[in-house]
């Protein structure tokens, strides 16, 4: 088994937290994107998208997409259990997973990608749009510190693949020009706790 990785990747930086809060190691490939290494032919064999990260089991069979591959780590070793441990639970982790993923990772991936010059020759860039996803980001924060009023975690009382989803979110937010206000003091107490976890710099 062996994780194809990239160190400063939003996506792969998801996975490498699941894993160490699960406390498993997995073998890693580093891929540069610099560098096309992520469209290579060999690369794309295994992702025709060529996207990040990408786990290749013992037997050959490739998974991706970065929730997909927790899953099935959470599935390997239940504890801690970082999906929910009834249907209720489960249901409203996927909810809040959900919703960091459309709400706040989404729109702060779509400003780095039409802002970045890091972008520029890999996707196509609309400067235009880059305010726009900036704002509806913002906005998404200021949902968040609302709804972290009266909870510790966005699912509930324990920390969950939902909060990893968010944490990763506001760091790249952070590193690229999207950073948290602060008067978000919910937000801001949340943020303070998941980034002093041991796992925060997998």
Known sequence: MKLYDLKAGTNPRRVRIFLAEK?????????DM???????PEFLALNPL????????DDGTILTESIAICRYFEELHPEPNLFGRDALERAQVEMWNRRAEIELLAPVTQHFVHSSPFWQGRRKQVPEYAPLVREQALAAMAWLDRELDDRPYLAGNHYTVADITAQSALLLGKNTGIALAGDHKNLGRWWIE???RPTARA
Request: no cysteine; charged share 15%.
């Open 194 to 196: 998941v980034s002093a």
């Open 50 to 57: 060529g996207t990040l990260p990408v786990l290749e089991l």
């Open 34 to 40: 610099m560098k096309g290494e992520n469209r290579t």
């Open 23 to 31: 406390g498993v190691t997995v073998p890693t490939v580093a891929i």
